[in-house]
């Protein structure tokens, strides 16, 4: 079964101010809609073909040595972004609550400790990436990762990520990346990363 570019669960418009519509429709149709192409077209005749992304992208050595790196990028690219639409909502913002807001809190010291993490990471990010909230083996973890690399090859669960490429940001923000960090945080949706978190 071929990726498709899921659809949102939103319009377009529906996180503006914070993320832009035209920002959205470019991001959303054109840059995922690439990413899914390209990584049909490398899985394609393979026995990987149907498997599902998350699958690929935990084991990237199941994957044939000619294909690897164009899987990786750009089955990355669908797996993040997929992750990536569906933690933000017009209706996002605020803080985590339960089990999550204190599992940050034991990880990080405080919401505020993590953010600020988040902001340090997705912005010294060199070049493009993504900043993500993990689960590993001994808790939560912020990390930063280079491309369209996921942290599940590296054997961790993302709970969330942001994208911190300029093709996230540019046409409202140009370069103040950490602007634009700061505005996510207000189309975050809480209720799906405590989802993924509970899972």
């Known amino acids: 079964m071929a990726y498709e570019v899921p659809p949102l669960s939103y319009d377009y418009a529906a996180l503006e101010p914070h993320i832009d519509e035209?920002?959205?429709?470019v991001h959303?149709?054109?840059?995922?809609?690439?990413?899914?192409?390209?990584?049909?077209?490398a899985l394609e005749g393979t026995d990987l073909a149907d498997a599902a992304i998350e699958d690929v992208i935990a084991d990237l050595s199941k994957v044939p040595e000619a294909k690897r790196g164009a899987?990786?990028?750009n089955g990355g690219g669908h797996l993040n972004h997929s992750l990536f639409w569906e933690s933000m909502s017009p209706d996002g913002g605020g803080a985590p609550d339960g089990d999550l807001a204190a599992a940050i809190d034991a990880a990080f010291g405080s919401f505020e400790d993590f953010?600020?993490?988040v902001k340090e990471t997705g912005g010294g990010q060199f070049g493009s990436g993504w900043a993500w909230l993990v689960k590993d083996g001994s808790g939560l973890?912020?990390?930063?990762?280079?491309?369209?690399?996921?942290?599940?090859?590296?054997?961790?669960?993302?709970?969330l990520g942001?994208?911190?490429w300029e093709h996230a940001y540019y046409l409202k923000y140009q370069n103040k990346r950490p602007?634009?960090?700061?505005a996510w945080w207000n189309v975050v949706d809480w209720s799906k990363v405590s989802e993924r978190f509970a899972a």
Not at 179 to 182: G, K
Request: aromatic share 4%.
């Open 22 to 25: 035209a920002t959205m429709k």
């Open 28 to 41: 959303h149709d054109k840059h995922h809609q690439a990413y899914v192409d390209k990584a049909n077209a």
């Open 71 to 73: 899987v990786r990028n």
């Open 115 to 117: 953010k600020t993490k």
């Open 141 to 159: 973890a912020v990390v930063g990762t280079p491309n369209q690399d996921n942290p599940i090859s590296d054997g961790k669960t993302p709970l």
């Open 162 to 164: 942001i994208d911190v």
């Open 179 to 182: 602007d634009y960090i700061d």
